[in-house]
């Protein structure tokens, strides 16, 4: 039997990975997994648990975001030196698979469930080609249950898909450009079904958006929390969406009743010139006036708040973050995810800005180790670089001390009136404020302004 190794590297312990509360499983590879002929053998090394080292393959399958693509063409290097053929997926190497071509023998840009079949066979028969283009999935009508018995059991959260694409383009996000402008939905009672079959309590919904932005996709995840309070699963979950879900209270009381802990939400910023800008229509239409109400709405329903920022936009100010810091806290926003403003691979930010020249690291692919959201990579405009660094310092000094930290975990604690809830909110933003306090800016800079 021949043996398909499939890897999740990680390059570097930071962010999101240095706590088990905020680490994902890599789904995409149990998806692989799934579709990969039965007279193979497969496995998945996770770096998230296991260095890695080594080991026997027929072929090698590696995923990787473009944080992490150093650590996947170095695990590549190892492969091919011994002729073993290396097939890269995933987001980075879709959005620049000539450059994953200088490091394995194959890409599959976009989805890969559909052409994987193909990759393998044509693997078997020596006529691997250098590049397929994977085929959108009408999801509506697929039933492939990713194989969660190759995912390390360690994991706190069980992660689940259950819709594909967005029909946005927000300027520094490449999720459209990478599965596409329709929002794809899979069938309720298969999502359910699954749901079933996962023995642990706790669920991460991986969609960019589990409520969507249409009245069908509403209707669905109508049908989808009904279907959970009545099978009485017990799952307790979170997820994404975005601001306008606020707009439908009776959707909100039933993903409470089903389970839902949080939801994580982009706000981005509160400047309407920024978002407009960002090109996040759904935010401007609502109105950034409003963002208080939106999370005030979550709250009455008892479901967290994780809202992510973005700063290091053009012409943003100390006024800007002094006032971003007030807003946060008085928003009530359970946990801040606040990150730097990053040009990645694929999106209309990444050209823009290529156009205009302002790219700074270019020592490409190495300095992709720096595109994790914590580094001004770009020529900075109406704003310096230090600038920033001691703006997203002074906002998460504010957050994460006395006596503004133990204020906020109060009024999450009467907000949410769950201590399940509020201890995940808890453990979140003890993971964040240590990813502060390890970032490479923390010492360099004053958290003044
Ligand atoms: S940020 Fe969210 S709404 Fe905007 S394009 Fe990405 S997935 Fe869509």
Not at 85 to 97: D, E, R, T
Not at 129 to 134: A, E, F
Not at 286 to 308: L, P, R
Request: with cysteine; aromatic share 12%.
């Amino acid at each position: 039997m021949k043996k398909l190794l499939l890897i999740n590297p990680v390059g570097q312990k930071s962010g999101f990975l240095l706590s088990k509360f905020s680490t994902h499983s890599p789904l995409s590879l149990a998806y692989v997994a799934a579709v990969t002929p039965q007279d193979w053998e497969v496995k998945i090394w996770d770096e998230n648990f296991t260095p890695f080292k080594f080991e026997e393959a027929d072929l090698v399958g590696i995923t990787a975001f473009t944080s992490n693509i150093n650590r996947a063409y170095e695990i590549a290097g190892m492969y091919r030196e011994k002729k073993i053929k290396v097939i890269f997926g995933g987001i980075h190497a879709s959005m620049l698979p000539d450059e994953a071509l200088q490091y394995g023998d194959a890409v599959v840009v976009g989805e890969v469930e559909g052409i994987w079949d193909k990759v393998i066979r044509d693997f078997e028969r020596n006529t691997l080609q250098p590049k397929y283009i994977g085929v959108q999935l009408d999801l509506s009508q697929s039933k492939i249950i990713p194989r969660r018995d190759l995912i390390h059991p360690d994991y706190l959260w069980n992660s689940v898909q259950t819709s594909r694409g967005c029909p946005f383009n927000c300027h520094f996000c490449s999720v459209s450009n990478y599965l596409g402008r329709e929002y794809r939905q899979r069938n309720t009672e298969d999502v359910l079904n699954e749901l079933d079959q996962i023995p642990g309590e706790l669920i991460s919904f991986l969609d960019d958006n589990l409520i969507g932005y249409s009245p069908e996709s509403r209707k669905r995840a109508r049908d989808l929390f009904e279907g959970m309070i009545r099978k009485g699963n017990h799952k307790k979950w979170w997820m994404q969406t975005s601001i306008n879900a606020a707009e439908d209270e009776p959707l909100l009381e039933l993903a409470a009743r089903a389970g839902c802990m949080f939801a994580f939400i982009g706000f981005e910023t509160t400047n309407p010139e920024t978002l407009k800008g960002m090109k996040k229509g759904i935010n401007l239409k609502i109105g950034t006036e409003n963002y208080k109400k939106v999370v005030d709405t979550f709250h009455k329903y008892g479901i967290g708040v994780y809202g992510a920022f973005i700063i290091g936009n053009d012409f943003e100010s100390p006024i800007y973050y002094k006032k971003l810091a007030k807003d946060l806290v008085h928003s009530g926003i359970d946990i801040v995810q606040l990150s730097i403003l990053t040009p990645l691979p694929g999106t209309d930010l990444m050209e823009q800005l290529e156009k205009e020249g302002r790219l700074v690291y270019k020592n490409l692919p190495e300095d992709w180790k720096k595109y994790r959201l914590s580094y001004v990579v770009h020529q900075t405009k109406g704003i310096d670089e230090e600038t920033i660094y001691r703006g997203d310092s002074y906002i998460k000094k504010k957050i994460y001390s006395f006596p503004i930290y133990p204020y906020r975990l109060l009024k999450s604690f009467y907000n949410l009136k769950n201590g399940e809830n509020f201890y995940l909110v808890k453990k979140f933003n003890q993971t964040m404020k240590k990813s502060w306090k390890s970032s490479h800016y923390y010492s360099k800079y004053p958290h003044t302004l």
